[in-house]
């Protein structure tokens, strides 16, 4: 009771600066109006940072799950700026309690985790430093603000509004309306290659600064996010403490005590054949260019002198949505791909790509197909279909397209829509998607559709992941009363749980089984729902053994195994050099990026598959 009792305090504490008192040169003139043209509104929020020179401001963020299987999130954010030092101080809160503190006095930047009184230091970069910033326009090029870049959070981006101006399309004024007392524009912006708006903002019409912000889905009809300033205030005198660690700041111990150990032991692989390929895409940084799919030599991983040069993979359409990695089948000769070679998006096939002829067959085709399983022994595809009007269904197919049949026919009627979660032994593993945090996880017989539950008793509806030898369940142990994940295993049949290991808050996601199915990589963000990822990846034994920490980062989006065990492979998505793709020596825990000759830095890499 103590310690919520202090941490409540600092929350409350932080609220309170002097009185205003403003600077001899007022923030310059910018009057937005409802006969604004999409060009003037355009120019005033690139404009924007310079209107003011420092600003405090409250408000909250909800965010959505378009699913219907997450939780809505809602945090309470306070945040203070001071361009010209420049110092920050962002407090991010859930449910009446500090989450996460981050403040720089100029030099330092401080992250503090205020469920445990972790505290992670670092400098403030050189690029910050960049006063009141305007970005330039420049075509196929983006420039968010340096010092928000390092801030990150939702309602302080709010704060340089030019982020959201700098690709093409209309903003178009509808209203006047007034938010945390200050009048605003409310304004609509439509990407040029869309019809309906993608966000709506008001707009602080001396300022341009956003004050409430909704994000909309493609269809621009599902609210997928909103942020919402309660108090704003430009241009007082911040008192310094601000930007201080506060003193009676209690320090807590780590919820999990880890280490970061060598995790395996390791030889390398004797041959090009057991390194395996990484498969991976090439996202361009400049307009005009296409996406496309590479692959590399797994020997670029354990010998780089005899590294061949990156290759570019032939395929026979155009990569224009949405994209998953690619799905082996176990004995490395096929992947499985679910996309559509329509311009609209509309039907999607599922794709047999032969990686030794370098062929894609077409198994099967629906109005939308989801990313596809391959059963363990590599006789069966399992994937769910979506006909875009509310309706789902599961399928199954042979490699060589044969015996495609529904096999979702037997789950129970009240527990649609659902969603599979993989394979365990010929089933696969099914849970509904329906709001609530327990229910039954189901196993459903590929061969003949039969469904039965996996459990006898109802369990938390977390994502279970089978060994590749099937000999256990890993799975996210969620306690919504006190919000702690617990990363468990246990048998087949529900038996003999084990903890691997505890968190306080954040979530745990993605998680994966080493191929020899002796270790769980998985990743543990403290703080992404609040906008301000930090990304930890660890590696444990199956037993609970050696959880070592192996990689730190902002925003991780799968791991890989290597084929043999002595490598992971980890795909970071907003890393000091864009998305890219890094490697984990799990003998030494040495990191190093993925390099190959003709692979270019220039471009961003996502959604990596490693071909046995």
């Known amino acids: 009771?103590?310690?919520?009792?202090?941490?409540?305090?600092?929350?409350?504490?932080?609220?309170?600066?002097?009185?205003?008192?403003?600077?001899?040169?007022?923030?310059?003139?910018?009057?937005?109006?409802?006969?604004?043209?999409?060009?003037?509104?355009?120019?005033?929020?690139?404009?924007?940072?310079?209107?003011?020179?420092?600003?405090?401001?409250?408000?909250?963020?909800?965010?959505y799950d378009a699913t219907g299987t997450q939780p809505t999130y809602v945090y309470h954010e306070q945040v203070w700026i001071d361009q010209l030092t420049p110092r920050f101080r962002s407090l991010l809160a859930s449910d009446g309690s500090p989450v996460t503190l981050k403040f720089s006095d100029g030099q330092k930047i401080n992250i503090v985790n205020m469920s445990t009184g972790y505290v992670e230091t670092t400098d403030l970069p050189e690029f910050a430093r960049a006063g009141q910033f305007i970005p330039p326009l420049e075509e196929g090029a983006a420039y968010p603000n340096p010092l928000w870049g390092q801030i990150g959070t939702p309602l302080s981006e709010m704060m340089f509004s030019a982020n959201f101006v700098q690709s093409k399309g209309t903003f178009k004024a509808l209203a006047l309306e007034t938010i945390a007392g200050r009048e605003t524009l409310v304004v609509e912006w439509t990407y040029i290659e869309k019809t309906l708006p993608t966000f709506k903002v008001w707009l602080d019409t001396h300022t341009a600064v956003i004050l409430k912000m909704q994000h909309f889905g493609d269809d621009s009809t599902l609210l997928q996010g909103e942020r919402v300033v309660e108090l704003v205030a430009y241009d007082e005198i911040f008192d310094p403490s601000l930007f201080a660690l506060p003193a009676d700041l209690p320090q807590f111990v780590a919820p999990t005590q880890v280490g970061s150990l060598p995790v395996v032991t390791g030889a390398g692989p004797t041959s090009a054949q057991e390194a395996g390929e990484l498969y991976f895409f090439l996202q361009p940084r400049q307009a005009g260019k296409s996406i496309q799919l590479a692959k590399v030599s797994g020997v670029c991983v354990y010998d780089p002198a005899a590294c061949p040069p990156m290759q570019i993979v032939n395929v026979p359409f155009a990569f224009n949505f949405t994209i998953n990695a690619l799905s082996w089948s176990p004995d490395g000769r096929h992947a499985a791909f679910s996309y559509s070679d329509n311009s609209n998006g509309t039907p999607t096939k599922l794709w047999l790509f032969d990686a030794t002829a370098g062929t894609w067959t077409s198994l099967a085709e629906f109005a939308y197909i989801?990313?596809?399983?391959?059963?363990?022994?590599?006789?069966?595809?399992?994937?769910?279909?979506?006909?875009?009007?509310?309706?789902?269904?599961?399928?199954?197919?042979?490699?060589?397209g044969t015996e495609l049949k529904s096999v979702s026919a037997n789950l129970p009627v009240e527990g649609r829509p659902y969603i599979m979660d993989g394979w365990y032994t010929e089933n696969i593993i099914m849970r509904s998607a329906l709001p609530g945090a327990s229910g039954s996880i189901y196993l459903v017989r590929a061969s003949d559709g039969v469904a039965r539950p996996m459990f006898d008793t109802l369990l938390t509806k977390a994502q279970f992941i089978a060994a590749p030898d099937a000999s256990l369940l890993a799975y996210d142990d969620y306690a919504t009363d006190s919000q702690n994940h617990a990363l468990k295993v246990m048998e087949p049949d529900g038996a003999n749980a084990v903890t691997l290991a505890n968190f306080a808050g954040g979530s745990i996601y993605p998680m994966t089984w080493s191929p020899n199915s002796r270790l769980i990589a998985f990743n543990y963000y403290s703080s992404f729902s609040s906008g301000d990822p930090k990304a930890e990846v660890y590696v444990v034994g199956r037993d609970g053994s050696n959880l070592s920490l192996v990689y730190s980062g902002v925003t991780v989006g799968r791991l890989v195994f290597s084929p043999n065990g002595e490598y992971l492979l980890v795909e970071e998505t907003t890393s000091p050099t864009g998305g890219h793709l890094f490697l984990i020596n799990l003998a030494t825990l040495e990191k190093k990026i993925l390099a190959a000759p003709g692979l270019s830095m220039d471009y961003d890499w996502y959604a990596p598959s490693w071909r046995p």
Do not use: H
């Open 1 to 63: 009771m103590e310690k919520i009792l202090i941490l409540t305090l600092i929350f409350l504490t932080a609220c309170t600066t002097s009185p205003a008192s403003y600077f001899d040169t007022q923030p310059a003139a910018v009057i937005l109006t409802e006969s604004s043209t999409s060009e003037e509104i355009q120019r005033a929020m690139l404009d924007s940072a310079v209107t003011w020179k420092n600003v405090r401001a409250e408000g909250t963020v909800t965010w």
């Open 370 to 400: 989801d990313p596809p399983f391959w059963s363990p022994d590599g006789t069966w595809i399992a994937f769910r279909t979506q006909d875009g009007l509310g309706g789902e269904d599961v399928f199954v197919v042979r490699r060589d």
